[in-house]
């Protein structure tokens, strides 16, 4: 790949498109300052200083806009290279013209995505654990995403994997240092030395990708899955949930036939919640291959909410649910949903196995039903499953429905601040690197074990974009935005 002034200057539009206020586009290459000199007919600015400019097309007299610009010259730019900014209108012609202005200028080109924050990884700016961090502070919509892409793009993870990097070479120093006396028992002695240090290592390793995928979860979204027979209230417990209406309802069976997918932000976090088909034996070829992939997608789900309508929960009780939440993975965390009280207010009073949401000497609602008050733990069926009693119509039990999820969400994440593994591939790359020393650990000869430790090593600098990363690079920025 081309270097420094070998290489194209790039622009791009770095806020967001549309009519606004201001519009902020970015120049990085060597030609950034003939860029300058092209369209605003003047010397560069002071380093670092907002300045007052006119901005035009390369040889007009007259000029299309006039706003700011900014000098930031490498090494000391997010690049590293020469780097400009211009701040100025952003309606949608003045966009065109600027696109038309740096494009006129001879070794000016429009960035490709992702090209700036890769040009800052080239330039060692940035570790590529920190430049994925910029894409997810980007996309994040929720207190949490933010959080956690935060404290990756300050570092947290590239240290951690930069600590055990450093350990490794530090182990396999002694290693290379023991193998200039191979006549003596030193290499063996060095790698007794060092094994409870490995085994340290491989123990951090272990305990950090035994996290139960609490970065992915929290930069994915957590995938709540709304299962029950037909016509106990899915479609519409999914609306209350969403504040709009987002899926059918109808009182036809079978109305769903796919998995409605809706984005929310749950105090904070992020959760995916899936209104499933009805589940159901059919002959409809459609309506079946709606229950599979209800099935399918409950399975892969982090939480179930299995949804009761009020009148089977009083015909069959608590031992009535287990069938209904069949879809339930071992590792899901299951919700049971009594939906319908509106209909059914004595539904309540069905009091299943363990604590009841109500105790005794507690106010009684009506009819003489236990009140639930918002801030009580949900009850517990019979596969002590917590139950939560709602209308989805009315709106009313939905708080402690909210709550509930709450608890299930902290339990799934818990609530460690230690950094957090956020993607596939730094997942594969650390089982990779533990592999490695667990084989380092079982050779005997100090030779194999050191060609282990370099295979950790690179396991680990792909992560961080050290070594072996050209296939890494164009996959990671091919996920970032214009202008990044």
Not at 229 to 254: C, E, M, W
Request: hydrophobic share 45%; proline share 4%.
């Amino acid at each position: 790949m081309a270097t420094g002034a070998d290489r194209a200057t790039i622009f791009a539009l770095a806020s967001a498109p549309g009519a606004a206020g201001v519009a902020v586009w970015r120049v990085s290459g060597a030609q950034a300052s003939a860029a300058f000199a092209a369209l605003c007919d003047r010397s560069l600015p002071t380093p670092r200083a907002m300045t007052r400019v006119r901005v035009r097309h390369p040889g007009a007299d007259a000029a299309f806009d006039d706003g700011f610009a900014v000098w930031f010259p490498g090494p000391a730019s997010f690049t590293g290279e020469d780097t400009l900014e211009f701040h100025i209108h952003g309606g949608r012609a003045v966009s065109r013209a600027m696109a038309r202005a740096l494009s006129a200028v001879e070794g000016v080109r429009p960035a490709i995505a992702g090209e700036f924050t890769r040009r800052a990884v080239e330039a060692g700016k940035l570790d590529l654990t920190q430049a994925e961090g910029i894409a997810d502070l980007v996309a994040a919509e929720t207190d949490a995403q933010h959080r956690q892409a935060r404290r990756q793009l300050e570092g947290a993870l590239g240290c951690l994997y930069d600590g055990w990097k450093q350990e490794i070479l530090t182990i396999l120093a002694r290693f290379e240092a023991g193998m200039d006396f191979p006549d003596e028992d030193i290499p063996a002695e060095i790698f007794a030395r060092t094994r409870p240090r490995l085994e340290a290592l491989c123990r951090a390793m272990t305990a950090h990708l035994g996290d139960r995928h609490r970065g992915e979860r929290i930069r994915e979204g957590l995938r709540v899955a709304v299962t029950g027979a037909p016509n106990v209230g899915k479609s519409s417990l999914v609306n209350a949930l969403a504040r709009r209406d987002v899926a059918i309802v109808s009182r036809r069976p079978g109305t769903t036939r796919d998995v409605v997918e809706v984005a929310l932000d749950l105090g904070g976090l992020a959760v995916i919640v899936g209104d499933t088909a009805g589940l159901r034996e059919t002959e409809d070829e459609i309506e079946a291959e709606g229950v599979r992939r209800a099935r399918s997608w409950a399975a892969a789900a982090d939480i179930v909410l299995t949804v009761i309508d009020a009148r089977t929960w009083i015909e069959r009780g608590p031992t009535g649910v287990d069938r209904a939440g069949e879809t339930a993975t071992a590792s899901a965390r299951r919700l049971i949903v009594v939906n319908k009280i509106d209909a059914s207010p004595g539904a309540r009073l069905v009091r299943p196995a363990g604590p009841t949401t109500a105790s005794a000497g507690e106010p009684m609602g009506v009819k003489g039903e236990p009140r639930v008050l918002a801030a009580a733990r949900p009850a517990r069926s019979a596969a002590s499953a917590p139950v939560v009693f709602l209308s989805a119509r009315t709106g009313e039990g939905l708080p402690d429905l909210l709550d509930a999820l709450r608890r299930l969400s902290d339990e799934l994440l818990g609530q460690t601040e230690a950094a957090a593994i956020t993607r596939v591939r730094h997942r594969r790359g650390v089982e990779a690197a533990q592999e490695s020393l667990s084989r380092a650990l079982a050779q005997e000869e100090v030779e194999l074990a050191g060609e282990d430790l370099r295979h950790a090593l690179r396991s680990l600098g792909q992560i961080t974009g050290e070594v072996g990363v050209e296939d890494v690079l164009d996959v990671v920025f091919r996920e970032f935005c214009i202008g990044k």
